[in-house]
């Protein structure tokens, strides 16, 4: 059972959070934001958001993989989330979010549409794919707007999309002398990122939900080594940053979006430095197991279903919060 009060506090703390990092509120002159009006959830990313679909790679992906691109409508309608085959030990946060944990989305009161790629950057242009058939953003965007943006509903005021991304762009380039200028590179990794954003924009979804990098500068892989952790916690800053001003620019640039930032570094941090608070009595080793009670890492770089499942009441407090009706 999770804890209640220090599920309480960790909502109470996020709510009185600074817009540039925890919620832009929805712009006036975009649709009304209604959280419990929301029926239909759109996902971009990594292997944190990722889930397991009958019609995926397995272990990767929702949706096909670089080698198996194109789907036809039927598969896209018949497609099946296999429960618990996330990068946890069980449902992730976006299951527990919309409460979409198996079988068809269409029988979702909130339905999952994942196109997250487990193990995807930004853009393999920007940086090396983590196998041939991985799927990075900017072309799980391409892949939604040529084989499902005509099949699957997104009508606005009843349509989220959450973006979470980054996690492999700065675990991927920690060490990696070829880069002199890290907070140049972020802004070439943000114009491809806003790119697609723009392009998801323009073809109906309106309403966006950005999550930043969480604090990977604490995970298993590297908090054993200061310098790498400290380094980590540089660049973290700076994408978060980035990414920050690219969505006020984003939602300056089109009024007609609502655009939402959860702050995941943040909270990480507050979990981690009060763990027993929150049920967890390990923080920095893992366990790779059926049953990682009390660990906060399920293996050297994803957290647990707890964690998932204690951030997807943080973001529903904020998505409820920054409800304008």
């Known amino acids: 059972m999770t804890p209640l009060l220090p599920l309480l506090y960790a909502l109470a703390a996020f709510s009185g959070l600074g817009s540039a990092t925890a919620a832009a509120a929805p712009n006036s002159k975009a649709s009304v934001f209604d959280w419990d009006k929301i029926r239909f ?23 096909g993989d670089a080698f198996d691109f194109a789907f036809t409508p039927q598969q896209i309608l018949s497609n099946q989330i296999i429960p618990r085959n996330t990068s946890s030990e069980g449902s992730n946060w976006i299951e527990f979010l919309t409460g979409c944990f198996g079988g068809s989305p269409l029988n979702c009161s909130k339905q999952l549409w994942n196109f997250a790629f487990a193990g995807s950057d930004i853009s393999g242009a920007l940086l090396p794919l983590h196998h041939n ?18 099949v699957l509903p997104h009508p606005t005021g009843e349509t989220l999309t959450a973006w979470w991304i980054g996690i492999n762009d700065t675990g991927d380039t920690l060490n990696n002398a070829s880069i002199t200028d890290f907070p140049a590179f972020w802004e070439t990794e943000m114009a491809a990122y806003f790119t697609a954003v723009q392009k998801a924009h323009d073809n109906g979804l309106k309403t966006h939900l950005f999550i930043n ?19 980590m916690k540089t660049h973290l800053i700076q994408f978060n940053t980035a990414l920050a001003n690219h969505v006020a620019a984003f939602q300056a640039a089109n009024p007609d979006a609502t655009t939402m930032i959860f702050d995941s570094n943040a ?37 647990t279903q707890l964690v998932h499942e204690l951030l997807a009441a943080a973001i529903d407090a904020q998505l409820r919060n920054s409800s304008t009706v």
Do not use: K
Request: proline share 7%.
């Open 267 to 303: 909270w990480f941090n507050m979990v981690l430095d009060s763990p027993a608070e929150f049920g967890f009595n390990d923080t920095t080793g893992f366990c790779t197991c059926a049953d990682p009670a009390g660990f906060f890492w399920y293996n050297t770089g994803h957290p």
């Open 41 to 63: 959830m759109y996902a971009f990313g990594d292997s944190y958001t990722f889930v397991q679909g009958t019609e995926g790679f397995a272990n990767f992906s929702f949706f």
């Open 133 to 150: 058939y991985t799927i990075p953003l900017v072309d799980q965007v391409n892949q939604w707007a040529t084989y499902a943006s005509d």
């Open 213 to 231: 990098v969480p604090a990977e500068d604490r995970s298993p892989s590297i908090v054993g080594n200061p310098t790498e952790a400290a380094t």
